[in-house]
Protein backbone atom coordinates (compact mmCIF):
# COMPACT_ATOMS: atom_id res chain seq x y z
CA UNK A 1 0.00 0.00 0.00
CA UNK A 2 1.63 3.29 -0.79
CA UNK A 3 1.64 5.88 1.89
CA UNK A 4 1.63 9.31 1.87
CA UNK A 5 2.90 11.84 4.89
CA UNK A 6 0.18 14.80 5.84
CA UNK A 7 2.34 17.17 3.65
CA UNK A 8 1.15 15.16 0.58
CA UNK A 9 -2.05 15.20 1.15
CA UNK A 10 -2.06 19.04 1.89
CA UNK A 11 -0.51 19.01 -1.86
CA UNK A 12 -2.41 17.11 -3.62
CA UNK A 13 -6.02 18.10 -2.04
CA UNK A 14 -4.56 22.04 -3.11
CA UNK A 15 -4.22 20.30 -6.47
CA UNK A 16 -7.01 19.14 -6.73
CA UNK A 17 -8.68 21.94 -5.80
CA UNK A 18 -7.23 23.85 -9.17
CA UNK A 19 -4.20 25.52 -7.46
CA UNK A 20 -0.82 25.24 -9.25
CA UNK A 21 0.87 27.97 -7.98
CA UNK A 22 1.54 29.06 -3.79
CA UNK A 23 3.81 31.64 -2.03
CA UNK A 24 5.74 30.77 0.60
CA UNK A 25 8.40 30.79 3.10
CA UNK A 26 9.30 27.74 4.84
CA UNK A 27 10.38 26.86 8.49
CA UNK A 28 11.19 23.76 10.77
CA UNK A 29 7.48 22.93 11.60
CA UNK A 30 5.80 23.14 7.95
CA UNK A 31 8.95 21.36 5.72
CA UNK A 32 6.83 18.06 5.36
CA UNK A 33 4.80 20.33 2.75
CA UNK A 34 7.83 21.47 1.13
CA UNK A 35 9.00 18.06 1.24
CA UNK A 36 5.54 17.49 -0.74
CA UNK A 37 6.50 20.54 -3.09
CA UNK A 38 9.78 18.86 -4.09
CA UNK A 39 8.16 15.60 -5.18
CA UNK A 40 5.16 17.53 -6.79
CA UNK A 41 7.27 20.04 -9.19
CA UNK A 42 3.89 21.12 -11.01
CA UNK A 43 2.76 22.82 -7.91
CA UNK A 44 5.15 25.94 -8.58
CA UNK A 45 6.33 27.70 -5.52
CA UNK A 46 7.81 31.45 -4.73
CA UNK A 47 9.86 31.24 -2.61
CA UNK A 48 9.69 35.14 -0.82
CA UNK A 49 11.86 37.06 1.54
CA UNK A 50 8.82 37.93 4.53
CA UNK A 51 5.78 36.11 4.76
CA UNK A 52 3.69 39.74 4.72
CA UNK A 53 4.60 38.90 1.05
CA UNK A 54 3.33 35.56 0.42
CA UNK A 55 0.29 36.77 1.45
CA UNK A 56 -0.02 39.85 -0.29
CA UNK A 57 1.48 37.92 -3.65
CA UNK A 58 -1.76 35.27 -2.80
CA UNK A 59 -3.96 38.46 -2.71
CA UNK A 60 -2.52 40.20 -6.02
CA UNK A 61 -2.86 36.91 -7.97
CA UNK A 62 -6.68 36.07 -6.30
CA UNK A 63 -7.98 39.92 -7.19
CA UNK A 64 -6.51 39.47 -11.20
CA UNK A 65 -7.45 35.97 -11.65
CA UNK A 66 -10.54 35.25 -9.42
CA UNK A 67 -9.07 32.15 -8.45
CA UNK A 68 -8.21 31.57 -4.99
CA UNK A 69 -4.82 32.66 -3.56
CA UNK A 70 -2.40 30.53 -1.19
CA UNK A 71 0.29 31.04 0.66
CA UNK A 72 2.07 28.87 2.88
CA UNK A 73 3.69 29.77 6.23
CA UNK A 74 5.39 28.38 9.56
CA UNK A 75 4.36 28.36 12.91
CA UNK A 76 3.90 31.64 15.61
CA UNK A 77 5.96 34.29 13.96
CA UNK A 78 5.95 33.35 10.91
CA UNK A 79 2.47 32.88 10.28
CA UNK A 80 2.19 35.92 12.36
CA UNK A 81 4.05 38.17 9.74
CA UNK A 82 0.91 38.06 7.54
CA UNK A 83 -1.62 39.87 9.52
CA UNK A 84 -1.64 43.17 7.51
CA UNK A 85 -1.55 41.54 4.21
CA UNK A 86 -4.46 39.00 5.53
CA UNK A 87 -6.33 41.77 7.23
CA UNK A 88 -6.01 43.86 3.50
CA UNK A 89 -7.94 40.61 1.80
CA UNK A 90 -10.53 40.40 4.49
CA UNK A 91 -11.21 44.41 4.36
CA UNK A 92 -11.22 43.81 0.30
CA UNK A 93 -12.91 40.89 0.29
CA UNK A 94 -10.20 38.67 -1.56
CA UNK A 95 -9.91 35.29 -1.52
CA UNK A 96 -6.99 34.12 0.33
CA UNK A 97 -5.98 30.76 1.61
CA UNK A 98 -3.57 30.21 4.15
CA UNK A 99 -2.09 26.91 5.21
CA UNK A 100 0.17 27.58 8.44
CA UNK A 101 1.49 24.86 10.29
CA UNK A 102 1.24 24.45 14.14
CA UNK A 103 4.04 22.89 17.01
CA UNK A 104 3.28 19.02 17.76
CA UNK A 105 -0.57 18.25 18.34
CA UNK A 106 0.55 17.02 22.05
CA UNK A 107 2.21 20.44 22.83
CA UNK A 108 -0.55 23.09 21.11
CA UNK A 109 -1.65 25.65 23.89
CA UNK A 110 0.18 24.30 26.93
CA UNK A 111 2.30 27.02 26.93
CA UNK A 112 5.61 24.75 27.55
CA UNK A 113 7.90 26.81 25.71
CA UNK A 114 8.15 24.56 22.57
CA UNK A 115 9.94 26.72 19.92
CA UNK A 116 7.70 28.82 17.78
CA UNK A 117 4.65 27.75 20.04
CA UNK A 118 1.72 30.76 19.13
CA UNK A 119 -0.44 31.18 21.73
CA UNK A 120 -4.25 30.06 20.20
CA UNK A 121 -2.83 30.69 16.84
CA UNK A 122 -6.37 30.07 14.70
CA UNK A 123 -7.58 32.79 17.76
CA UNK A 124 -5.27 35.49 16.64
CA UNK A 125 -6.43 35.25 12.86
CA UNK A 126 -10.26 34.51 13.62
CA UNK A 127 -10.87 38.85 13.48
CA UNK A 128 -9.03 39.14 10.10
CA UNK A 129 -10.28 35.17 8.51
CA UNK A 130 -13.87 34.21 7.36
CA UNK A 131 -13.13 31.03 8.69
CA UNK A 132 -10.18 28.97 10.33
CA UNK A 133 -9.84 25.26 11.43
CA UNK A 134 -6.93 23.28 12.77
CA UNK A 135 -7.22 19.48 10.95
CA UNK A 136 -7.57 16.57 13.52
CA UNK A 137 -5.36 14.23 11.92
CA UNK A 138 -3.94 13.36 8.78
CA UNK A 139 -6.79 11.93 7.89
CA UNK A 140 -9.01 15.43 8.15
CA UNK A 141 -6.88 17.59 6.09
CA UNK A 142 -8.44 17.35 2.97
CA UNK A 143 -12.46 18.02 4.92
CA UNK A 144 -10.76 20.72 6.42
CA UNK A 145 -9.02 22.65 3.53
CA UNK A 146 -11.95 21.55 1.08
CA UNK A 147 -14.48 23.71 3.69
CA UNK A 148 -11.40 25.91 3.65
CA UNK A 149 -12.21 26.53 -0.50
CA UNK A 150 -15.77 26.42 0.21
CA UNK A 151 -16.04 29.06 2.96
CA UNK A 152 -14.12 31.52 0.77
CA UNK A 153 -15.98 30.88 -2.39
CA UNK A 154 -19.25 29.85 -1.79
CA UNK A 155 -20.90 33.45 -0.56
CA UNK A 156 -18.62 36.31 0.30
CA UNK A 157 -14.99 35.90 -1.00
CA UNK A 158 -12.71 36.64 2.27
CA UNK A 159 -9.30 34.95 3.87
CA UNK A 160 -9.56 31.66 5.31
CA UNK A 161 -7.19 29.71 7.22
CA UNK A 162 -5.81 25.93 7.79
CA UNK A 163 -3.43 24.83 10.20
CA UNK A 164 -1.60 21.34 10.81
CA UNK A 165 0.63 20.35 13.28
CA UNK A 166 3.65 19.55 12.44
CA UNK A 167 3.39 15.83 13.44
CA UNK A 168 0.48 15.03 10.96
CA UNK A 169 1.80 16.41 7.94
CA UNK A 170 5.19 14.87 8.29
CA UNK A 171 3.39 11.07 9.84
CA UNK A 172 2.25 8.71 6.96
CA UNK A 173 -0.97 6.90 6.45
CA UNK A 174 -2.13 4.68 3.85
CA UNK A 175 -3.03 6.64 0.56
CA UNK A 176 -6.67 4.44 0.35
CA UNK A 177 -7.49 5.36 4.09
CA UNK A 178 -7.56 9.19 3.50
CA UNK A 179 -10.95 10.55 2.44
CA UNK A 180 -9.82 12.69 -0.26
CA UNK A 181 -11.94 15.48 -1.10
CA UNK A 182 -11.89 15.86 -5.37
CA UNK A 183 -14.59 18.26 -5.82
CA UNK A 184 -15.76 19.84 -9.38
CA UNK A 185 -14.20 23.71 -9.02
CA UNK A 186 -17.74 24.96 -9.53
CA UNK A 187 -19.07 25.73 -5.77
CA UNK A 188 -23.24 26.67 -6.28
CA UNK A 189 -23.76 30.23 -6.39
CA UNK A 190 -26.24 31.73 -4.50
CA UNK A 191 -29.30 33.11 -6.77
CA UNK A 192 -31.34 36.05 -5.05
CA UNK A 193 -35.23 35.79 -4.52
CA UNK A 194 -36.90 35.51 -7.38
CA UNK A 195 -40.30 37.24 -6.30
CA UNK A 196 -37.96 40.20 -5.30
CA UNK A 197 -36.07 40.16 -8.20
CA UNK A 198 -39.46 40.50 -10.42
CA UNK A 199 -40.28 43.57 -7.80
CA UNK A 200 -36.62 45.01 -8.70
CA UNK A 201 -37.13 44.62 -12.14
CA UNK A 202 -40.17 46.42 -12.31
CA UNK A 203 -39.24 49.72 -10.14
CA UNK A 204 -36.01 49.63 -12.57
CA UNK A 205 -38.34 49.57 -15.57
CA UNK A 206 -40.73 52.30 -14.55
CA UNK A 207 -37.44 54.57 -12.81
CA UNK A 208 -37.62 57.80 -14.39
CA UNK A 209 -34.00 58.34 -13.82
CA UNK A 210 -31.74 55.44 -12.92
CA UNK A 211 -27.95 55.34 -11.66
CA UNK A 212 -26.04 51.91 -10.96
CA UNK A 213 -23.39 51.48 -8.35
CA UNK A 214 -20.29 49.46 -9.08
CA UNK A 215 -18.67 48.12 -6.58
CA UNK A 216 -15.73 45.54 -5.89
CA UNK A 217 -18.58 42.76 -6.05
CA UNK A 218 -19.23 43.42 -9.41
CA UNK A 219 -15.42 42.25 -9.95
CA UNK A 220 -14.97 39.95 -7.42
CA UNK A 221 -18.31 37.88 -8.51
CA UNK A 222 -16.73 38.17 -12.25
CA UNK A 223 -20.04 40.06 -13.28
CA UNK A 224 -19.44 43.23 -15.52
CA UNK A 225 -20.87 41.87 -18.30
CA UNK A 226 -23.81 41.52 -17.08
CA UNK A 227 -23.88 45.07 -15.42
CA UNK A 228 -23.20 46.44 -18.99
CA UNK A 229 -25.89 44.73 -20.68
CA UNK A 230 -28.34 45.75 -17.62
CA UNK A 231 -27.19 49.61 -17.84
CA UNK A 232 -27.69 49.40 -21.65
CA UNK A 233 -31.11 47.91 -21.33
CA UNK A 234 -32.05 50.55 -18.65
CA UNK A 235 -29.75 53.17 -20.35
CA UNK A 236 -28.71 54.25 -17.13
CA UNK A 237 -25.51 55.71 -15.99
CA UNK A 238 -22.80 53.46 -13.97
CA UNK A 239 -20.41 55.16 -11.20
CA UNK A 240 -18.00 52.88 -9.80
CA UNK A 241 -16.23 52.89 -6.78
CA UNK A 242 -12.44 52.14 -6.67
CA UNK A 243 -12.82 48.11 -5.99
CA UNK A 244 -15.17 48.62 -8.71
CA UNK A 245 -13.02 50.14 -11.49
CA UNK A 246 -13.43 48.18 -14.88
CA UNK A 247 -16.68 47.17 -14.17
CA UNK A 248 -17.76 48.72 -17.36
CA UNK A 249 -14.48 50.30 -19.44
CA UNK A 250 -13.90 53.67 -18.80
CA UNK A 251 -15.02 54.87 -22.37
CA UNK A 252 -18.66 52.73 -22.46
CA UNK A 253 -21.59 55.36 -23.51
CA UNK A 254 -23.13 54.95 -20.40
CA UNK A 255 -19.82 54.65 -17.90
CA UNK A 256 -19.38 58.43 -16.20
CA UNK A 257 -16.28 56.84 -15.12
CA UNK A 258 -15.83 58.50 -11.89
CA UNK A 259 -16.38 58.09 -8.71
CA UNK A 260 -19.66 58.34 -6.84
CA UNK A 261 -18.23 61.11 -4.72
CA UNK A 262 -17.06 63.35 -6.85
CA UNK A 263 -18.60 66.58 -6.59
CA UNK A 264 -19.35 67.16 -9.95
CA UNK A 265 -21.95 63.93 -9.88
CA UNK A 266 -23.95 64.94 -6.57
CA UNK A 267 -26.47 66.77 -8.90
CA UNK A 268 -26.63 63.67 -11.06
CA UNK A 269 -27.52 61.63 -8.04
CA UNK A 270 -29.80 64.72 -6.88
CA UNK A 271 -32.12 64.13 -10.20
CA UNK A 272 -32.21 60.32 -9.91
CA UNK A 273 -34.95 58.39 -8.57
CA UNK A 274 -33.57 55.17 -8.41
CA UNK A 275 -29.71 54.06 -6.96
CA UNK A 276 -29.28 50.07 -8.16
CA UNK A 277 -26.05 49.72 -6.12
CA UNK A 278 -24.10 46.00 -6.89
CA UNK A 279 -21.73 44.65 -4.15
CA UNK A 280 -20.63 47.53 -2.25
CA UNK A 281 -20.89 48.63 1.34
CA UNK A 282 -21.00 52.62 0.59
CA UNK A 283 -17.50 52.42 2.83
CA UNK A 284 -16.33 55.98 4.14
CA UNK A 285 -14.07 56.64 0.86
CA UNK A 286 -16.66 56.25 -1.67
CA UNK A 287 -19.29 58.36 0.10
CA UNK A 288 -17.42 61.27 1.71
CA UNK A 289 -18.19 59.71 5.03
CA UNK A 290 -21.61 58.81 4.77
CA UNK A 291 -22.31 62.82 3.77
CA UNK A 292 -23.45 61.61 -0.07
CA UNK A 293 -27.42 62.23 -0.61
CA UNK A 294 -27.93 59.16 -2.53
CA UNK A 295 -31.53 58.88 -4.44
CA UNK A 296 -34.64 58.34 -2.78
CA UNK A 297 -35.07 54.72 -3.70
CA UNK A 298 -32.33 52.23 -3.37
CA UNK A 299 -32.08 48.65 -4.43
CA UNK A 300 -29.11 46.76 -3.34
CA UNK A 301 -27.79 43.67 -4.65
CA UNK A 302 -25.15 41.81 -2.26
CA UNK A 303 -23.78 38.54 -1.33
CA UNK A 304 -23.70 39.57 2.01
CA UNK A 305 -27.05 40.17 3.59
CA UNK A 306 -25.34 42.03 6.48
CA UNK A 307 -24.48 45.12 4.38
CA UNK A 308 -27.83 45.72 3.15
CA UNK A 309 -29.02 48.67 4.34
CA UNK A 310 -26.22 48.81 6.92
CA UNK A 311 -24.89 51.63 6.02
CA UNK A 312 -27.82 53.75 3.91
CA UNK A 313 -31.28 52.40 4.10
CA UNK A 314 -32.48 50.22 1.28
CA UNK A 315 -35.89 49.92 -0.55
CA UNK A 316 -35.03 46.58 -1.58
CA UNK A 317 -32.63 44.23 -0.34
CA UNK A 318 -31.46 41.55 -3.31
CA UNK A 319 -29.24 39.20 -1.52
CA UNK A 320 -26.70 36.94 -4.12
CA UNK A 321 -23.90 36.92 -6.27
CA UNK A 322 -24.16 39.96 -8.13
CA UNK A 323 -23.22 37.90 -11.77
CA UNK A 324 -26.60 35.48 -10.80
CA UNK A 325 -28.58 38.49 -9.35
CA UNK A 326 -28.03 40.85 -12.45
CA UNK A 327 -28.34 37.46 -15.12
CA UNK A 328 -32.10 37.17 -12.96
CA UNK A 329 -32.63 40.60 -13.41
CA UNK A 330 -31.81 40.94 -17.26
CA UNK A 331 -34.26 37.82 -17.31
CA UNK A 332 -36.92 39.62 -15.68
CA UNK A 333 -37.04 42.87 -17.39
CA UNK A 334 -37.65 40.75 -20.95
CA UNK A 335 -37.23 42.88 -23.74
CA UNK A 336 -37.73 46.30 -21.83
CA UNK A 337 -35.63 48.55 -23.31
CA UNK A 338 -35.34 52.64 -22.49
CA UNK A 339 -35.26 54.79 -25.32
CA UNK A 340 -32.20 56.75 -24.14
CA UNK A 341 -30.12 58.16 -20.58
CA UNK A 342 -31.74 60.46 -18.82
CA UNK A 343 -28.28 62.16 -17.80
CA UNK A 344 -28.33 63.12 -22.07
CA UNK A 345 -24.50 62.91 -22.92
CA UNK A 346 -22.35 60.87 -20.44
CA UNK A 347 -19.50 61.26 -22.52
CA UNK A 348 -19.62 65.15 -22.01
CA UNK A 349 -20.43 64.54 -18.24
CA UNK A 350 -17.11 62.64 -18.50
CA UNK A 351 -14.45 64.83 -20.18
CA UNK A 352 -16.36 68.02 -17.48
CA UNK A 353 -15.16 66.02 -14.51
CA UNK A 354 -11.37 65.24 -16.89
CA UNK A 355 -11.59 68.68 -17.33
CA UNK A 356 -11.88 69.40 -13.25
CA UNK A 357 -9.15 67.27 -12.62
CA UNK A 358 -6.48 68.65 -15.06
CA UNK A 359 -7.07 72.08 -14.07
CA UNK A 360 -6.77 70.98 -10.30
CA UNK A 361 -3.87 69.13 -10.89
CA UNK A 362 -1.81 69.96 -14.04
CA UNK A 363 1.18 68.50 -13.29
CA UNK A 364 -0.06 65.72 -11.61
CA UNK A 365 -2.78 64.96 -14.30
CA UNK A 366 0.37 64.84 -16.94
CA UNK A 367 1.84 62.11 -14.99
CA UNK A 368 -1.20 60.25 -14.68
CA UNK A 369 -1.89 60.64 -18.16
CA UNK A 370 1.79 59.48 -19.22
CA UNK A 371 1.04 56.67 -17.85
CA UNK A 372 -2.58 55.90 -19.11
CA UNK A 373 -0.82 56.27 -22.74
CA UNK A 374 1.61 54.41 -22.39
CA UNK A 375 0.21 50.64 -20.93
CA UNK A 376 -1.88 48.94 -22.32
CA UNK A 377 -5.47 49.08 -22.16
CA UNK A 378 -5.24 45.71 -20.25
CA UNK A 379 -2.15 46.72 -18.37
CA UNK A 380 -2.84 45.83 -14.41
CA UNK A 381 -2.26 48.58 -12.66
CA UNK A 382 -0.99 48.48 -8.76
CA UNK A 383 -1.46 50.91 -6.53
CA UNK A 384 0.42 51.76 -3.21
CA UNK A 385 -0.20 54.65 -0.84
CA UNK A 386 1.34 57.08 -1.87
CA UNK A 387 -0.10 60.66 -3.55
CA UNK A 388 0.13 59.20 -6.88
CA UNK A 389 -2.36 57.11 -6.11
CA UNK A 390 -4.90 59.15 -4.20
CA UNK A 391 -4.90 61.34 -7.48
CA UNK A 392 -5.52 58.21 -9.58
CA UNK A 393 -8.04 56.75 -7.16
CA UNK A 394 -10.45 60.07 -8.04
CA UNK A 395 -9.27 59.87 -11.68
CA UNK A 396 -7.61 57.22 -13.67
CA UNK A 397 -9.40 55.62 -16.55
CA UNK A 398 -10.09 52.04 -16.35
CA UNK A 399 -10.77 50.48 -19.38
CA UNK A 400 -10.93 46.20 -18.16
CA UNK A 401 -12.16 44.15 -15.10
CA UNK A 402 -9.59 43.70 -12.29
CA UNK A 403 -6.70 46.07 -13.67
CA UNK A 404 -7.06 48.98 -10.86
CA UNK A 405 -5.55 46.75 -7.71
CA UNK A 406 -5.81 49.17 -4.89
CA UNK A 407 -5.32 48.40 -0.75
CA UNK A 408 -9.62 49.56 0.47
CA UNK A 409 -7.72 48.72 3.70
CA UNK A 410 -4.92 51.73 3.25
CA UNK A 411 -2.15 49.49 3.60
CA UNK A 412 1.23 51.15 2.86
CA UNK A 413 3.56 48.30 1.60
CA UNK A 414 1.13 46.47 -0.55
CA UNK A 415 2.09 47.34 -4.09
CA UNK A 416 5.20 46.19 -5.24
CA UNK A 417 4.46 42.34 -3.55
CA UNK A 418 1.05 42.37 -4.78
CA UNK A 419 2.46 43.36 -8.41
CA UNK A 420 4.68 40.80 -8.27
CA UNK A 421 1.09 38.11 -7.58
CA UNK A 422 -0.56 39.60 -10.33
CA UNK A 423 2.18 38.91 -12.76
CA UNK A 424 2.59 35.34 -11.07
CA UNK A 425 -1.48 35.46 -12.08
CA UNK A 426 -1.38 36.87 -15.84
CA UNK A 427 2.11 36.45 -16.97
CA UNK A 428 1.13 37.81 -20.38
CA UNK A 429 -0.15 41.39 -18.89
CA UNK A 430 2.33 44.17 -18.07
CA UNK A 431 1.77 44.71 -14.45
CA UNK A 432 2.90 48.61 -13.04
CA UNK A 433 3.48 49.16 -9.41
CA UNK A 434 3.00 52.55 -8.44
CA UNK A 435 4.72 53.12 -5.45
CA UNK A 436 6.07 55.66 -3.17
CA UNK A 437 9.76 55.61 -1.43
CA UNK A 438 8.45 54.45 1.80
CA UNK A 439 6.00 52.45 0.34
CA UNK A 440 8.53 50.51 -1.51
CA UNK A 441 10.84 50.12 1.34
CA UNK A 442 8.56 47.73 3.03
CA UNK A 443 9.37 44.98 0.54
CA UNK A 444 12.50 45.68 -0.75
CA UNK A 445 14.05 42.37 -0.42
CA UNK A 446 11.42 41.26 -2.65
CA UNK A 447 13.63 42.21 -5.53
CA UNK A 448 15.31 39.18 -4.93
CA UNK A 449 12.04 36.84 -5.19
CA UNK A 450 11.88 39.04 -8.37
CA UNK A 451 15.22 38.18 -9.89
CA UNK A 452 15.20 34.57 -8.72
CA UNK A 453 11.74 33.65 -9.96
CA UNK A 454 12.16 35.83 -13.27
CA UNK A 455 8.67 37.67 -12.35
CA UNK A 456 8.85 40.85 -14.81
CA UNK A 457 7.05 43.71 -13.31
CA UNK A 458 8.06 47.61 -13.61
CA UNK A 459 7.61 49.96 -10.49
CA UNK A 460 7.58 53.23 -11.10
CA UNK A 461 8.91 55.04 -8.26
CA UNK A 462 7.97 58.55 -7.00
CA UNK A 463 10.43 59.67 -4.80
CA UNK A 464 9.84 62.42 -2.63
CA UNK A 465 12.49 61.71 0.15
CA UNK A 466 9.50 60.83 3.16
CA UNK A 467 6.17 60.27 3.28
CA UNK A 468 4.61 62.99 1.68
CA UNK A 469 1.02 62.70 2.18
CA UNK A 470 1.91 62.62 6.14
CA UNK A 471 3.91 65.78 5.35
CA UNK A 472 0.60 67.77 4.04
CA UNK A 473 -1.31 66.57 7.19
CA UNK A 474 1.16 67.82 9.41
CA UNK A 475 1.09 71.10 7.54
CA UNK A 476 -2.55 71.11 8.23
CA UNK A 477 -3.22 70.17 11.62
CA UNK A 478 0.04 70.35 13.28
CA UNK A 479 1.63 73.55 12.15
CA UNK A 480 4.15 72.06 9.73
CA UNK A 481 5.98 70.38 12.09
CA UNK A 482 7.20 67.45 10.70
CA UNK A 483 8.33 64.75 12.18
CA UNK A 484 9.22 61.21 11.65
CA UNK A 485 8.41 61.93 7.61
CA UNK A 486 11.43 62.77 6.84
CA UNK A 487 13.48 59.95 4.85
CA UNK A 488 17.14 59.09 4.28
CA UNK A 489 16.69 56.71 1.13
CA UNK A 490 19.41 54.51 -0.19
CA UNK A 491 20.68 54.65 -3.20
CA UNK A 492 17.53 52.95 -5.20
CA UNK A 493 19.67 52.50 -8.30
CA UNK A 494 22.26 50.87 -6.85
CA UNK A 495 20.25 48.65 -5.00
CA UNK A 496 18.33 47.77 -7.58
CA UNK A 497 21.00 46.95 -9.85
CA UNK A 498 22.85 44.62 -6.79
CA UNK A 499 20.10 42.37 -7.05
CA UNK A 500 20.75 41.54 -11.11
CA UNK A 501 17.53 44.38 -12.28
CA UNK A 502 17.34 47.92 -13.61
CA UNK A 503 17.09 50.67 -12.67
CA UNK A 504 16.16 54.08 -14.56
CA UNK A 505 16.62 57.12 -13.02
CA UNK A 506 15.03 60.17 -14.21
CA UNK A 507 15.71 63.80 -13.45
CA UNK A 508 11.96 64.72 -12.83
CA UNK A 509 8.61 63.71 -14.91
CA UNK A 510 10.05 64.54 -18.11
CA UNK A 511 10.64 61.39 -20.34
CA UNK A 512 8.47 59.75 -17.94
CA UNK A 513 6.79 58.30 -20.72
CA UNK A 514 9.72 56.84 -23.23
CA UNK A 515 11.23 55.79 -19.71
CA UNK A 516 8.38 53.45 -19.21
CA UNK A 517 8.14 51.83 -22.21
CA UNK A 518 11.68 51.07 -21.93
CA UNK A 519 10.94 49.15 -19.01
CA UNK A 520 7.71 47.53 -19.95
CA UNK A 521 9.65 46.15 -23.09
CA UNK A 522 12.93 45.21 -20.52
CA UNK A 523 13.25 41.15 -20.19
CA UNK A 524 13.10 42.17 -16.00
CA UNK A 525 11.81 44.00 -13.33
CA UNK A 526 12.28 47.32 -13.82
CA UNK A 527 12.44 50.26 -11.04
CA UNK A 528 11.65 53.79 -13.09
CA UNK A 529 12.87 56.07 -10.35
CA UNK A 530 10.73 59.85 -10.79
CA UNK A 531 11.85 62.31 -8.08
CA UNK A 532 8.73 64.46 -7.51
CA UNK A 533 6.34 65.49 -4.84
CA UNK A 534 2.91 65.45 -5.87
CA UNK A 535 0.85 67.65 -5.09
CA UNK A 536 -2.32 67.60 -2.09
CA UNK A 537 -4.61 65.89 -3.26
CA UNK A 538 -7.60 67.13 -4.53
CA UNK A 539 -11.25 66.40 -3.64
CA UNK A 540 -9.59 64.30 -0.52
CA UNK A 541 -13.15 62.20 0.09
CA UNK A 542 -12.43 61.18 4.04
CA UNK A 543 -10.83 63.68 5.65
CA UNK A 544 -9.41 61.99 8.87
CA UNK A 545 -10.81 63.43 12.09
CA UNK A 546 -9.56 66.74 13.56
CA UNK A 547 -7.45 67.02 16.83
CA UNK A 548 -10.17 68.38 19.13
CA UNK A 549 -9.75 71.90 19.60
CA UNK A 550 -7.48 72.70 17.18
CA UNK A 551 -8.86 74.95 14.28
CA UNK A 552 -8.09 73.60 10.76
CA UNK A 553 -5.21 76.45 9.33
CA UNK A 554 -3.21 76.03 6.14
CA UNK A 555 0.42 75.26 6.89
CA UNK A 556 3.57 76.37 5.29
CA UNK A 557 3.95 73.50 3.23
CA UNK A 558 3.23 73.23 -0.37
CA UNK A 559 -0.62 72.47 -0.97
C1 LIG B 1 0.90 49.60 7.18
C2 LIG B 1 0.77 51.08 7.25
N1 LIG B 1 1.57 51.80 8.06
C3 LIG B 1 1.48 53.14 8.09
C4 LIG B 1 0.57 53.79 7.31
C5 LIG B 1 0.47 55.31 7.36
N2 LIG B 1 0.89 55.90 6.09
C6 LIG B 1 0.03 56.16 5.10
S1 LIG B 1 0.71 56.86 3.78
C7 LIG B 1 2.22 56.93 4.54
C8 LIG B 1 3.39 57.56 3.85
C9 LIG B 1 3.68 56.98 2.50
O1 LIG B 1 4.89 57.49 2.02
P1 LIG B 1 5.38 57.15 0.57
O2 LIG B 1 5.19 55.72 0.28
O3 LIG B 1 6.76 57.67 0.39
O4 LIG B 1 4.36 57.94 -0.36
P2 LIG B 1 4.08 59.52 -0.39
O5 LIG B 1 3.05 59.82 0.66
O6 LIG B 1 5.40 60.21 -0.10
O7 LIG B 1 3.59 59.80 -1.75
C10 LIG B 1 2.16 56.34 5.81
C11 LIG B 1 3.33 56.18 6.71
C12 LIG B 1 -0.28 53.00 6.50
N3 LIG B 1 -1.22 53.51 5.72
N4 LIG B 1 -0.13 51.66 6.47
Known amino acids: MPEVTGGEVVVRTLQAHGVDVVFGLPGVHA ?9 HPEVHHIAV ?6 AYMADGYARVTGRPGVCITTTGPGAANTAAAMGT ?32 QLGFFRAIT ?25 ERPRPTQVEVCTDHLAGKVDSEAVPWVMP ?12 LVEEAAHALASAEAPIIWAGGGVNRASAWEELVRLAEALQAPVVTTVQGLGAIPY ?29 TRFAAGQTANWNLKLPARLIQIDIDEGEVGKNYPATLGLIGDARLALGQLLEALGS ?25 GPREMAVLDDIRQTVERDAILVWDQTKPAYWAARSFPVYEPRTFLYPGYGTLGYGFPTALGAKVGMPDRQVVCIVGDGGFQYALPELATAAQFGINVTVLLFNDSGYGILKVLQDIDFQSHYYAVDLLNPDFGRLTEAYGLTHIGLKGPEGLGPAL ?41 RS
Not at 49 to 54: F, G, L, S, V, Y
Not at 94 to 120: C, F, T, W, Y
Open 31 to 39: LAIYDALYA
Open 49 to 54: RHEQTA
Open 89 to 120: SYFDSVPVLNVMSQIASNLVDRDKGALHEPKD
Open 130 to 154: KWNARAGGIEDIPAVLHEAFRTMLV
Open 184 to 195: SQSFPRRAAEPA
Open 251 to 279: DHPLAVGYRPYDRTLTPLMERSDLLLAVG
Open 336 to 360: HRAAACWVGDVAALRSQVAGNFKTA
Open 517 to 557: RRALESDRTTVVEVPMEFGRPMAWPSPPPRPAGRPRRRGRG
